[in-house]
């Protein structure tokens, strides 16, 4: 069986990063390992969230697993709380890499043209240091703009800002960088992302749904790790993930206040798995 590593926060509630990343990677067949680098109540959308840091136990899960021999098809990461945790993540890289396993960075931290609450323009910067690492990153179009510093346009921009923005993320060093959130159509909404290895731009759009829903990014960050893992290849990958979120989507229309109590993907599992057999 593949077997990965995720690393990101447990938000108690309010569906999204390990709450989302641990059930669907695991429903695709793929070992689901966790580094929890925090507990929150909920996420930091919701007031008065709680917040355990568990940074300082990172080094001491991996420094076991070495002795346990333990390796990973892929190492995934998502929300990172600080600064010293991306540090972490650098020495994690260095460590658990092989000659055959896929890094993959989701650089959380903002949307809609908005660091969400405890991020600002270091961070980004340092998240860009750590997407040099990087074989796949999928950042939205705000988190791509802060980490090139490039301005963030919220719609009506071209093919070329987005051609722009894939090759600034190539040259941070990333051999796959891939763009959520784009949209050239009202009522489309796609990804888009460059193969460096065919020199390629490949680009998938489905219909927009008149809903916006917390953490649809960690399902479709998890849903790729899943089906690339699962060797469907890149862009079946992203197709994969792109019709996934949109059915889990689907499964809110009559729930709309549910906004920040995340998508209800739990009723779309059987689709995914589904989808890759
Ligand atoms: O969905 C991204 C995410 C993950 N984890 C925490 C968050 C957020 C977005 O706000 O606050 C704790």
């Known amino acids: 069986m593949k077997r990965i590593v995720t690393i990101q926060d447990i938000s108690c509630v309010g569906k999204c990063s390990l709450t989302v990343a641990l059930p669907i990677i695991s429903a695709m067949s793929v070992e689901t390992a966790i580094i929890p680098t925090a507990v929150l109540s909920t996420h930091t959308a919701f007031k008065g969230f709680t917040f355990t840091d568990l940074t300082d136990d990172i080094k001491d899960i ?15 990461t998502g929300y990172l709380g600080s600064l010293r945790q991306i540090e972490i993540m650098k020495w994690l890289f260095d460590t658990l890499k092989t000659d055959t396993n896929s890094i993959i960075v989701d650089p959380v931290m ?13 961070f980004a910067d340092n998240m860009a240091n750590l997407c040099q690492k990087a074989d796949i990153v999928v950042p939205n179009l705000t988190e791509a703009t802060f980490m090139l510093k490039m301005p ?13 923005i ?8 990333v051999k796959y960088p891939i763009l959520t959130g784009v949209s050239f159509e009202e009522e489309k909404l796609g990804v888009m992302a460059y193969i460096s290895d065919t020199d390629e731009y490949f680009e998938y759009y489905n219909d927009k749904l008149p809903i916006a829903l917390h953490g649809t990014g960690d399902i479709f960050a998890s849903a790729f790790t899943g089906a690339y893992v699962n060797e469907k290849g890149l862009k079946e990958s992203l197709k994969i993930a792109t019709d996934f979120v949109c059915e889990c989507m689907k499964c809110n229309l009559n729930d709309k206040d549910a906004r920040w109590y995340g998508a209800n993907f739990e009723e779309a599992i059987p689709y995914l798995i589904n989808r890759i057999k």
Do not use: P
């Open 166 to 173: 894939l090759q600034g993320l190539f040259k941070l060093g």
């Open 62 to 76: 991996v420094n076991h697993w070495k002795s346990e021999d333990l390796d990973f098809d892929a190492i995934y």
């Open 110 to 122: 903002a949307d809609h043209g908005k660091f969400y609450t405890g991020f600002n323009q270091d």
């Open 152 to 164: 963030y346009i919220e719609s009506g921009y071209d093919k070329q800002y987005i051609y722009d």
